[in-house]
């Protein structure tokens, strides 16, 4: 079945602890993605990524960084979470850049005290 | 970021028509969709129109798209209490074919 997944999909942690978001697609997708997802903004983007080891910011990239070693995997690391990173994030990915439609992962409930 | 902007609730009745809609910015879009979400559950595409096209029909599911007011709509016919959710307009920027913008999201609320 084509997916992306999240790992964890809730998570509580305090500021300050380090933390990742690992996702994953079985699409052999080139391009992937991660957004947050706040009451009345919508879904914003923080990074993306068009292939392996290629990556960009997106509107609201600070305090987050990723990387692309492998195709399928794009994890989304806080080096230093602060509370106003708690939000409902999404991993996403597509064929390539002139691909219609995104997959989106389950989503992640991230809460940082 | 180019801006997309929808109003944030919608009540309608179970039976009768719904209509959501989108207003964005970017003069360059290539697709612009329309998503579901459920709560507590992820993004479901319910249906997209290339930006060179007026309007697509999906069973119940009609979309309207204006280039030159740069207006989106999508109209549920028969709406049923299984309708009730978050709907997301959203288009792929012609200027980066990497990015996307969401709008803020449509509650829609259906009673029996």
């Known amino acids: 079945e084509a997916q992306v997944t999240q790992n964890p999909r809730y998570l509580i942690t305090v500021t300050g602890k380090k933390l990742t978001v690992t996702c994953s697609q079985n699409m052999n997708h080139e391009y992937m993605s991660w957004y947050r997802q706040d009451p009345g903004l919508g879904l914003r983007q923080i990074y993306y990524s068009m292939n392996v080891e290629v990556t960009d910011k997106g509107d609201v990239p600070e305090g987050y960084k990723v990387s692309r070693k492998e195709k399928r995997n794009f994890p989304l690391i806080l080096e230093s979470p602060s509370p106003n990173q708690t939000s409902l994030y999404f991993c996403?990915?597509?064929?390539?850049?002139?691909?219609?439609?995104?997959?989106f992962g389950p989503g992640t409930r991230l809460t940082v005290t | 970021g180019e801006d997309v902007e929808q109003s944030l609730f919608l009540s309608v009745r179970e039976g009768d028509s719904s209509v959501i809609n989108c207003t964005y910015t970017d003069s360059s879009s290539t697709y612009l969709y329309w998503y579901k979400q459920e709560p507590g559950a992820g993004l479901q595409l319910l249906t997209y129109i290339f930006s060179n096209m007026d309007m697509k029909q999906d069973q119940r599911l009609t979309v309207l798209l204006n280039k030159k007011d740069k207006h989106l709509s999508l109209r549920i016919a028969d709406t049923q209490t299984g309708d009730s959710a978050i709907y997301f307009c959203?288009?792929?920027?012609?200027?980066?074919?990497?990015?996307?913008?969401f709008g803020s999201g449509t509650k829609l609320n259906v009673k029996p």
């Open positions: 996403a990915s597509t064929a390539g850049a002139l691909s219609y439609e995104q997959y």
């Open positions: 959203a288009e792929k920027s012609g200027n980066n074919f990497n990015k996307f913008y």
